[in-house]
């Protein structure tokens, strides 16, 4: 069954168009795999994702080569008149890249950018920490980018190691505030487990500068790292716990409950005939249930592989249903966990599981 997934995930790899993103997704792929990761993931399959070898190379390299040594500039607004006149707009702002002129953002006058170099800055001061593994650099606009804590994998079961990574999110567009959060990530199948929950998270508002907080980083990947045992221990309570066809009705009909709860399903247009919308007419529950096959054969039936075949979905396969292309697909998958609606899907699933 592995081995079958791995040839899928080849086949897939050589079926994109386009010939440059191939060899760069064939190369994130290895490099994932240098890492110990063991499938794909958006990481890998994104055109404007790097997967990092970051034992040989400085932050100032590495920002170099994925094209995050730029700062945003300030330019000067205008719009024509009836007579062709251009007159200036006083109340905003253009965000423009400094060597290719391109931009990236219209905000108001009293927004403030957090510039890359900032979090450069950021990330040199716990380089002793930390490594770099992959860059997300979407359009030069929102920018994700993950690093794995030194030190900090453990098994949950034998072959299955877990790993602590820190994910940095910020953005020139004004879609995300620059944040900081701590993930717990299975190598096996490139799945995020869940959010770490933290005390003091890290978020900055993009008129705030993230120097004035870099004192406080060092404490928190402590605090996490604590927590990142717990949650491992929490996964190997899950192994221990068996489930019935009724738990996994439980676990997906609360978990998905606003999306089919006081919905209804049209059966008939023309007489407007309909029925109450039930928890197995979403798209969702049918894809992680053909799922759930594989991961009670890996796993055996228990909460652990309901957890993993639930959050397998919003890691690699959630997407809109009319987008073909596989790079855009993994963009908005990345985007809904790192900074929107997956990761909290994915927490909740966590939770219904140990209350099982």
């Given at each position: 069954m592995q081995n079958l997934e791995r040839v899928n995930q080849l086949n897939k790899m050589f079926s994109l168009e386009n010939t440059g993103s191939n060899f760069q997704r064939l190369d994130n792929q290895f490099a994932a795999e240098n890492a110990g990761y063991?499938?794909?993931?958006?990481?890998?399959?994104?055109?404007?994702?790097?997967?990092?070898?970051?034992?040989?190379?400085?932050?100032?390299?590495?920002?170099?080569?994925?094209?995050?040594?730029?700062?945003?500039?300030?330019?000067?607004?205008?719009?024509?008149?009836?007579?062709?006149?251009?007159?200036?707009?006083?109340?905003?702002?253009?965000?423009?890249?400094?060597?290719?002129?391109?931009?990236?953002?219209?905000?108001?006058?009293?927004?403030?950018?957090?510039?890359?170099?900032?979090?450069?800055?950021?990330?040199?001061?716990?380089?002793?920490k930390v490594l770099i593994e992959s860059i997300m650099n979407i359009e030069d606009k929102r920018f994700i980018i993950n690093l794995s804590i030194n030190d900090a994998i453990q098994d949950v079961k034998k072959d299955d190691p877990h790993k602590l990574r820190l994910v940095i999110v910020s953005s020139h567009d004004s879609s995300t505030s620059c944040h900081i959060s701590f993930f717990h990530t299975r190598m096996f199948c490139f799945n995020q487990m869940n959010s770490l929950k933290q005390s003091n998270p890290l978020v900055f508002k993009h008129t705030k500068s993230i120097r004035n907080n870099i004192e406080?980083?060092?404490?928190?990947?402590?605090?996490?790292?604590?927590?990142?045992?717990?949650?491992?221990?929490?996964?190997?309570?899950?192994?221990?716990?068996e489930i019935k066809q009724e738990d996994i009705k439980n676990v997906l009909e609360n978990l998905f409950y606003s999306k089919w709860h006081g919905q209804k399903v049209c059966l008939?247009?023309?007489?407007?005939?309909?029925?109450?919308?039930?928890?197995?007419?979403?798209?969702?529950v049918k894809k992680i249930k053909e799922r759930l096959e594989i991961e009670f054969e890996q796993n055996g039936r228990n909460a652990y592989s309901l957890h993993n075949g639930i959050n397998y979905y919003f890691n690699h396969e959630a997407a809109a249903q009319n987008i073909q292309d596989e790079s855009e697909k993994a963009r908005i998958r990345a985007e809904a966990i790192y900074f929107g609606k997956s990761i909290s899907y994915i927490n909740k699933s966590k939770e219904l599981c140990l209350s099982l």
């Open positions: 063991q499938n794909s993931s958006n990481e890998t399959i994104y055109k404007g994702s790097n997967f990092i070898n970051d034992s040989l190379k400085s932050v100032d390299e590495i920002f170099e080569e994925n094209g995050l040594n730029f700062e945003v500039v300030k330019r000067d607004l205008f719009f024509k008149n009836e007579s062709g006149e251009m007159i200036p707009i006083k109340n905003y702002q253009a965000f423009c890249h400094d060597t290719k002129d391109t931009c990236l953002n219209i905000p108001k006058l009293q927004y403030v950018p957090l510039q890359l170099s900032s979090i450069k800055y950021f990330i040199n001061s716990i380089r002793d406080r980083i060092n404490s928190i990947i402590d605090w996490n790292r604590l927590q990142f045992t717990k949650s491992v221990n929490e996964y190997k309570e899950l192994i221990k716990k008939n247009r023309q007489t407007k005939e309909n029925r109450d919308k039930v928890y197995s007419d979403l798209i969702e």
